[in-house]
Structures are given as C-alpha cells and as structure tokens.
C-alpha cells in the first residue's frame, strides 16, 4: 500500500470539502437575507450542512496527516509544507471546538476561507517528504510543534471571530475623523488578507504557465583564519525576476511581458542566497495583491468592509467578543507550553542552549507577550469590545509574520522551511 499516494488524495479531498463548507456557510449566512419564508430555519438547515462538510473535510485531513505520517517514517511536521498543512487542521479542530460551544455560523464564514488560504499557502512549497536533519530527530518536536500550532490555532479562530466583530460594529457611515480611521484599519486588515490571496494567484498561475529563470550566484566569506572561501550556486526562480540575487549572472530567463532582464539587483547587506528571490517574491505579492484588490474594488464599487457589513447586521457583537476571549484564552496556555517551554527543551536537547536569540525564538517571545498583554487588559482593565478586537486581530498578524516572515524571509536556524 502506497500510503504517500493515499495522503495526497486525502489532502486534495480536504482542500475541495473545505472550499465547499465555507461556500456552504456563505449561502447560511448571506441567503438568509433572501429568504422570504423562515430566514432562521434557512440559516440553521444551510449551517447544518456546511458544518458537516467541514467535518468531513476535517476527517479527509487527518487521513492525510496519518497516511503521510506512515509513509514517511516521521511526523509531517518538519517543513513548511507540512506545518502549514498541521497548523489548517489545527484551525479546523479549534473551529470545531468553538462551533460546538457556541453553535454561530458566521465564524465559519471567516474561520474556513483562512483553512483554505493557509491549505493553499502550504501547497506553494515542495511536498516530498525529506529526510529529518539531526536538529528535528527527536521526539520533541512531535511535542513542540503539534502543541505550539494548536495554541496559534485557537488564535486563529479568535481573530477570525475579532475581524467580524469590527466589521460588524465599525460604522461606515462616519466622516469624522475617529470613523474614517477606524474604517481604514479595517479595510486595511481585509486588504493584508487579500495580498496574501494574490501571492498564492501569483505563484500557481506561474506554475500553471510552467515559468522558470536561473541564476548563477557566487558569494565570497572569510573563515575565522582570515583566509577567503568562494562558493557559487544556482538560485532557481518560479515569478519573474524583478530582483535578481546579489552578485549573479543569468543563467536562463523566461521573457514576461517583454522583460527579459531583472530590473535590479537585490542590495548587498540581504543575506543568503535566496535573499533576492524572496525579496522578488515580496514584491511580487504586493504587486499581485493590489491588482486582485482593484478588482474586487470594482466589483464591489466601494471598501470591501463597507460591503461586507451590511451582511452582519442581526448578529450580536458580544457575543463575538466573548468566541474571540474565549478562544485566545484557550489557545494562550497551549501556546505558552509549546512555543516556550517545550522549545526551550527542544532547543537545549538540538543545540545545547535553552535561549539563543534566533529570529524565531524571538518572534514566539514577542507573540507570547502580546497575547499576554491582550490577557492582562481584558482581565485586569476592562478592555471589552472594539479594543479588544483589535487586538486579537493585530496578535493574529504577529502571529502570521512569526510564521511566514520569519521562516521566509529572517536567516535563522528555523530557516529550514523548503525552496
């Protein structure tokens, strides 16, 4: 039995179930406003269905998590890939443990299009399984990472509740000074979702077309002797070189659009050699980001929050405010044993110290202490509602660059996430 063959028809089975619960609650939510018998009935039957669909998508999963498991030896948690994979089932369990507890449908709405867009993310990485290096054999990283990715799960589904809230409570109809700018953060967040929506258009689409550049870099470090050591390697592109790596010559250039050369060169203080293939991919993101984000502009014809919140009207804001709490206030003590404590394990047991101050232990220090921040406000100051939202929202984009910047674009020792 091929169990590698079995995962990846389970993962792909998961992505098309996940895509058809949130269309599912979409029609819950947005099709109670067109029915003219019973609205609620109608939100309760398509609620129904679209829960159970995630769930079926949720199982589909966890046969990918396992079957992947079992034909690679090890737990698929070892690379980009696979802990982007483990963190959207992670979601998916603390979605499910929230639902369950408060039965609304809207943040199915919000928590399965981020499933999706982080499903889709993982996909952008290679996905052959890759031997353990020395500093990930050992049993825990099973502890560190599973445990970690949960506690970042239950933000998640803190933040999906959050983001509604404020789209729910954010008046759109304020000109003053106050409402305008609580309208721009608001789009602004919905606009920093969209670009990550863009990147992934970006890559799949020039994968689809097949599009390929090489470079040819050589880089030049002197030992602690004194003595110079050169090293040339091949940087592969999948977007168009808009940056090309520092100290390189092309190899091979697929024209696009009528470019057939970078237009610079990637600065020299960037590090490593996949720094301006990163940067290449920044820009790339942003660029298709504000392209999809035109679009949906004009589609809808005014801010995509203002358009969103009319949708939102008959649903209670506390009773978001009380989902986003009470998922942080699960997810922080998960998060805590295995970001920091459990880490801190790891960290002594691979490289002989409990603290090194790498790019990512620091990142989990300073999401720690924001999530702590947000605890001790609500708890000790009161800080309810709108506050509170934000807040969740801002932890959750912490959270996103701990994972995405951090592991992408920060050299470290987790710098271990695939091409």
């Given at each position: ?85 483990f ?29 999706v ?69 608001t789009?602004f ?39 110079e ?49 990163k ?34 009207g ?22 805590t044993?295995g ?63 701990t ?17």
């Amino acid at each position: 039995m091929n169990w590698l063959d079995i995962s990846s028809t389970a993962f792909i089975i998961a992505f098309f179930l996940y895509c058809a619960a949130f269309i599912f609650y979409a029609v819950a939510i947005g099709g109670k406003r067109w029915s003219n018998r019973d609205p609620e009935a109608h939100n309760r039957r398509w609620g129904r269905i679209a829960f159970a669909t995630a769930i079926l998508g949720w199982a589909a999963h966890l046969t990918f998590f396992f079957t992947r498991w079992a034909g690679g030896g090890h737990i698929p948690t070892s690379n980009m890939y696979e802990f982007m994979t483990f963190l959207a089932m992670a979601i998916m369990f603390a979605f499910i443990i929230v639902h369950l507890i408060y039965k609304n449908n809207l943040l199915g709405a919000f928590a399965l299009p981020l499933v999706v867009i982080i499903v889709a993310y993982a996909s952008v990485f290679p996905s052959e399984v890759q031997p353990l290096i020395p500093a990930l054999n050992n049993y825990w990283l099973k502890i560190h990472v599973t445990t970690a990715a949960t506690g970042e799960a239950f933000f998640a589904v803190g933040f999906a509740a959050a983001l509604v809230q404020l789209l729910r409570v954010v008046d759109f109809s304020r000109t003053d000074k106050k409402g305008r700018r609580e309208q721009r953060w608001t789009e602004f967040v919905l606009f920093f979702m969209v670009i990550i929506v863009g990147f992934l258009v970006a890559v799949f689409g020039f994968r689809a077309g097949g599009y390929e550049a090489k470079f040819q870099q050589e880089s030049v470090s002197i030992d602690q002797q004194g003595v110079e050591h050169s090293k040339v390697q091949t940087v592969e592109y999948g977007l168009p070189p808009i940056v090309k790596p520092y100290n390189s010559e092309k190899l091979s250039m697929d024209a696009f659009l009528g470019m057939k050369e970078p237009l610079f060169e990637a600065p020299s203080w960037m590090n490593g050699v996949n720094a301006g293939r990163k940067l290449n991919t920044v820009i790339w993101s942003v660029l298709s980001g504000l392209i999809l984000y035109a679009v949906l502009r004009l589609i809808s014809r005014k801010p995509l929050a203002a358009r969103i919140h009319p949708y939102l009207g008959d649903i209670d804001p506390e009773d978001l405010d009380e989902i986003s709490y009470r998922a942080i206030a699960i997810g922080f003590p998960i998060f805590t044993l295995g970001a920091l404590i459990f880490a801190m394990i790891w960290a002594q047991i691979a490289w002989s110290r409990f603290w090194g101050w790498d790019p990512k232990e620091v990142w989990a220090l300073i999401t720690w202490l924001f999530y702590s921040a947000y605890l001790h406000l609500r708890l000790s100051r009161g800080w309810q509602g709108t506050r509170s939202a934000w807040l969740a929202v801002i932890g959750f984009l912490v959270v996103l660059f701990t994972l995405i910047g951090v592991n992408l674009v920060i050299a470290g020792l987790h710098s271990y996430a695939g091409a």
